[in-house]
């Protein structure tokens, strides 16, 4: 099993910065990649960004050039550094990992943080 705890949500005006850090627990895993998503109110989870094992990154259209993902390997932790946040940035963020555990391959996920941003 592996475990993945968020922190750095919270609350900040529009045009604020916030960073989001996730990280990853458990013993004989080996990740994959690791993913931000995101869920408002009413609305569907989506994927804001990922990073694989190797430093490749994707991100939503909405977040592109506001967004950056990053990762320490060693740490097995992923950072979401999140600037210009605009009101519907606001919703729970989730992180997501995918590894490996004794060769099986498995979806992880975060118990998610709140992210307000006011206006």
């Known amino acids: 099993q592996v475990q993945l705890v968020e922190s750095g949500g919270g609350l900040v005006q529009a045009g604020g910065s916030l960073r989001l850090s996730c990280a990853a627990s458990g013993s004989g895993f080996s990740i994959v990649a690791m993913a931000w998503h995101r869920q408002a109110p009413g609305n569907q989870r989506e994927l804001v960004a990922g990073?694989?094992?190797?430093?490749?990154?994707n991100y939503a259209d909405s977040v592109k050039g506001r967004f950056t993902i990053s990762s320490d390997n060693a740490k097995n932790t992923v950072y979401l550094q999140m600037n210009n946040l605009k009101p519907e940035d606001t919703a729970v963020y989730y992180c997501?990992?995918?590894?490996?555990?004794?060769?099986?391959?498995?979806?992880?996920w975060g118990q998610g943080t709140q992210v307000t941003v006011s206006s």
């Open positions: 990073i694989t094992r190797g430093g490749s990154t």
């Open positions: 997501n990992a995918g590894a490996f555990i004794s060769g099986r391959f498995g979806d992880y």
